[in-house]
């Protein structure tokens, strides 16, 4: 997710806002449209994704499940228990557990994702008998989010390492609405999963952000994270970055480059982070990058790039740096670009290091490389050098886990 901007919908204006508000809604605050995101859900590709792994039945049931809600706390109820459904049933059909539904393939992220907006959307129509104020809407919105992506249901057992892997959603949907991202659908796939490493088992816990600059504005990566961090062995933020390549990014800089995002936002300005006065430019991987680049970990070359764009100290222009940042400058773009791939990891390495872990807990961020369809294919949804390029991703990304893990005991 290199240099690739969230309209703030109902969802940005709250983070867990919804229990103080009045339970009737005013005329003035009738149920808002669909989002830029959500409105793409009725285009032929997401039906068809949704249909062959049989997933599209799950808006439907989920707004018969909301229309029996006669307040807002069983309406509240309702909205967890079934985005936490979907999660499982999305990382349980990735690990092969349970009916395929159709026959998209096992390894896609996509049906969760589509599912996903179409849950969102029923909450944002949604008028209820009992009244539904932009508060209480927005916090209905915020709890199916956090519990749809994993980011609620991640336990860890006692006597094995416990490593945090995050992915993101697909993106760049108005350039080919058919894509998929790989760090989703590596994060489906590793859920709960046991890896075993020289230093013994390690525990998988994995969650989904979204492309949506609101959500990280408003703080979705540090509630995640921030409980558990102090708790983990290690953690990586992954994303996909270039084409044919894995990348282990040296350096996060603290910039948002003007990118749309899935909502065709795209903010130009410094992350905005709690304390700014105390905002670095940069922060650092803790990675074990050297292991992990010396590592035989799949097909694809995995690189350590220390490359940054900066504003040099007393300069006015931004300029490349191949070895990284120089004293005193501002950041322009980490390794990992000016797009939320690097602000993840800029934001999760900042949180590490605020909570007194830089020399404890090894953390960062990696690139997958860019998933593609097979040669000539404009118009299916998927193919088999598809399916195979997403599959070898997540094989790879689960070794480099493993050599991270052994890595960072060394």
Known sequence: MRSIRVRIGVLGLALVAGL???????????????????????????????RRAGFDTVAPEFARAL???????????????????????????????????????????????????GMTREVRLWEPKFGLGEARRAGLLDALEQASRGQTSIRYAAGVRRVLVTGFDPFTLDRDVRISNPSGASALALDGTVIETERGPARVETAVFPVRWADFTRGTVERTLRPYLPEVDLFTTVSQGRVGRFDVERTN??????????????????????????????????????????????????????????????????????????????????????YLSNEIAYRATLLRDRLGLRDVVPGGHVHTPVLQFGAGNTTQVTDPEFVRNRLDIIAQVRSILVTAVEGAGS
Not at 28 to 49: G, H, K
Not at 88 to 108: E, F, I, N, T
Not at 310 to 320: D, L, M, R, S, Y
Request: aromatic content about 6%; glycine content about 12%.
């Open 67 to 117: 229309g029996t809600a006669r307040s807002y706390a069983q309406a509240r109820h309702i909205v967890v228990r079934e985005a936490s459904v979907l999660w499982r049933r999305a990382v349980d059909r990735a690990q092969g557990r349970g009916p395929a539904g159709g026959d998209l393939s096992r390894d896609d992220d996509r049906p969760l994702y589509w599912a996903r907006l």
């Open 253 to 338: 800089g603290a910039w948002r480059g003007g990118f749309g995002d899935n909502d065709n936002i795209g903010p130009t300005e410094t992350i905005p982070v709690t304390d700014p006065a105390s905002q670095p430019q940069w922060t650092t991987t803790t990675l074990p990058y050297s292991k992990i680049v010396a590592a035989d970990t799949g097909r694809f070359p995995v690189y350590d790039n220390t490359s940054v764009t900066e504003i040099p100290a007393g300069g006015t222009q931004a300029v490349v740096r191949p070895e990284g940042p120089t004293p005193g400058s501002t950041a322009r773009a980490g390794g990992g670009g000016d």
């Open 20 to 50: 103080s508000a009045p339970a009737t809604a005013s005329a003035a605050e009738a149920a808002p449209a669909p989002t830029v995101e959500e409105q793409r859900l009725d285009r032929a590709v997401p039906q068809e994704i949704l």
